[in-house]
């Protein structure tokens, strides 16, 4: 393990990615083979594998090119989606997130990539890995298909807390920011504040006041404030971060997956309905994958756990191997550009500047 | 006027629609082109419209088949989609959206209907027809694409104010089932409270309250309680009517709206793409006109206002004459079924429960 973070510092950097290996509706196969995928396509990863040790080594022991860059460290208890945080964060010492979670807190890994509970993911992740300092309430924010030139948006808070003060909202803008950097390579993030109409009067209380830190804090920090944002624009290219609450941005995120859902079968439907439409679907077939790839939740896959001490990525419960392979380019990405480091820069500026 | 409402009580009924002409994008030529579609259609509607008399009798005059159908009002004003609903109600008196109100409320007309803005228009749908007895906060309720049998689930509210306690949340389901019964002939429907899980133990306080509030009253009335549904569940068939306040609904509703848009374009672009993917299209283009058709903004028009004395349905702002139609035949649905009446019925109804 330490030989693994020595090597970070050769030429070539070396990511450890602490991987909770029993999480997530497919269980431990679809993990294995998501890794599977990742390792084939970067060699400079190495995985530690947290789980039920009987059933990750016989899984790792068929694909031969995992032999080396894999680690099994064994954990007997498995957090279900169905566990509430609460209860977790007292009773699951011994499952793979807790584990998964110890390895990044301990620094024998750069990142942590879980698909369990996600409630219980962020109640443990704020026990182990505690707040960053400066943050009162950590986000999750995740990667919105959009207009814009790198085909997505970032959306935060998605869900780590139902409630968002003024200053919270400021803090998930940088955040934000920060990750729309390192995460998207966007040098300067539009950001833009979920309201239900763009012009200043509308909207709570709590909107108008971070409509103001943000507009404050914008001239010392670089990005640009887009003002109110409308639900319309989360799929725009008028922005690049879309701040709101993390009750709003639940609701947002899963009606437009909803609402996907609900056309992608509507249009399965249609072209089944004649002989000519189901002809035409034949040789529509590389387009409708083509779009299908372009939205496919499975390569956004990947919330990111923000405002703690270590990087987290969240799958999506249902992901696959592809799904699962999405969330650790993504955390390698994150690890490769050192974005604890960056975001933990970023939130503290602005404690300097709020104090002047 | 006084001979259109006492033909109402014969056999045939008639109904009376007083329309805002000047409001919404495309002004008065889309709002007279829809009321001629509408009056093509049905031979028991007679409209008054309300705005600019010069421009309306010259719209009007075009169409043989208005000249007995229409009468014009003259309002001089006309309130813009940027205007402050505290500016217009004080000021607004001579506006066509008024005008439009003025005339359901003194029992000359059996609804409203307006493209304008929204926010005006329950302002001064709140100061000229007053709040239902019993109703705290009225609502607007949207159809929305679902997989349900009807095609269309009821969301509300979305966007009458921003704010909701659990009491204004029962209101709202209670409103929403008598729209799910007049509007669209659902006998027994099932409702839903909007939240981030469908855990009994997840999000705000209110929305405690509120499941206790519904739930207690549902065994007096008839629909069924599915209690917390998620974002994704709005396009589904476990849920008739989604209840939520007014932020989160008008988040939701344009965050689908853009995702369904997103889709749209890119399914666009993905045809565009080959020759074969090119020709492909050409002979999917009834296909895709079905699926159009299915979730077209314009066939589901009409917001409906709910909590009121006297029914108000608001169009799109950037409503089409085919908009501007199903609006009008939305309206009329509820005329006919004497929605106004049978809503109050229950509000009161419900009333009386909670005395106990």
Redesign the interface.
């Known amino acids: 393990m330490k030989q693994a973070i020595q090597e970070k510092k050769s030429n070539k950097k070396r990511i450890v990615l602490s991987i909770d290996a029993m999480g997530g509706d497919l269980g431990p196969p679809a993990v294995v083979a998501g890794v599977a995928r990742s390792a084939s396509k970067n060699p400079n990863l190495h995985f530690i594998l947290h789980g039920n040790q009987d059933i990750l080594n016989r899984l790792i022991s068929r694909r031969k090119r995992l032999n080396d860059c894999v680690e099994v460290v064994s954990a007997t208890d498995i957090i279900n989606m169905?566990d509430?945080p609460s209860q977790v964060v007292r009773s699951g010492k011994n499952s793979s997130m807790w584990s998964a979670l110890e390895h990044v807190k301990n620094g024998e890994a750069d990142v942590c990539v879980s698909c369990g509970n996600t409630?219980a993911l962020m109640a443990m992740s704020m026990i182990r890995l505690r707040k960053l300092e400066g943050i009162n309430r950590p986000a999750i924010a995740v990667l919105w298909?959009?207009?814009s030139k790198v085909g997505f948006n970032i959306v935060l808070d998605v869900?780590a807390d139902?409630?968002a003060e003024a200053n919270d909202l400021l803090q998930y803008a940088l955040m934000g920011v920060s990750y729309a950097r390192n995460g998207l390579n966007i040098k300067n993030p539009k950001v833009g504040l979920?309201n239900?109409?763009t012009?200043e009067?509308k909207?709570?209380v709590e909107l108008h006041k971070a409509y103001e830190l943000i507009e404050h804090n914008c001239d010392n920090s670089s990005f640009s404030f887009v003002g109110f944002v409308?639900?319309?624009?989360?799929?725009?290219n008028k922005v690049d971060v879309i701040v709101?609450d993390?009750?709003?941005g639940?609701?947002?995120?899963?009606?437009?997956?909803?609402?996907?859902?609900?056309?992608g079968?509507?249009?399965k439907e249609?072209?089944a309905?004649?002989p000519?439409?189901r002809?035409?679907?034949i040789?529509?077939v590389?387009?409708?994958r083509?779009?299908q790839k372009?939205?496919d939740p499975r390569r956004v896959n990947g919330g990111v756990f923000l405002g703690l001490n270590g990087t987290v990525v969240k799958s999506h419960g249902s992901a696959d191997s592809t799904g699962v392979a999405a969330a650790i380019k993504l955390a390698v990405q994150l690890a490769e550009n050192n974005f604890s480091e960056k975001i933990a820069a970023r939130v503290a500026s602005v404690k300097t500047i709020k104090q002047n």
Chains 1, 2 share one sequence.
């Open positions: 169905s509430k409630g298909p959009s207009r869900g139902i409630k979920l239900v109409g012009e009067h909207g709570r409308e639900g319309g624009d989360i799929t725009s709101t993390g009750f709003t639940n609701i947002a995120l899963k009606t437009g997956e909803g609402t996907a859902s609900l056309i079968n509507l249009l249609a072209f309905y004649t000519l439409s002809l035409a679907s040789l529509a590389t387009s409708l083509r779009l372009r939205i």
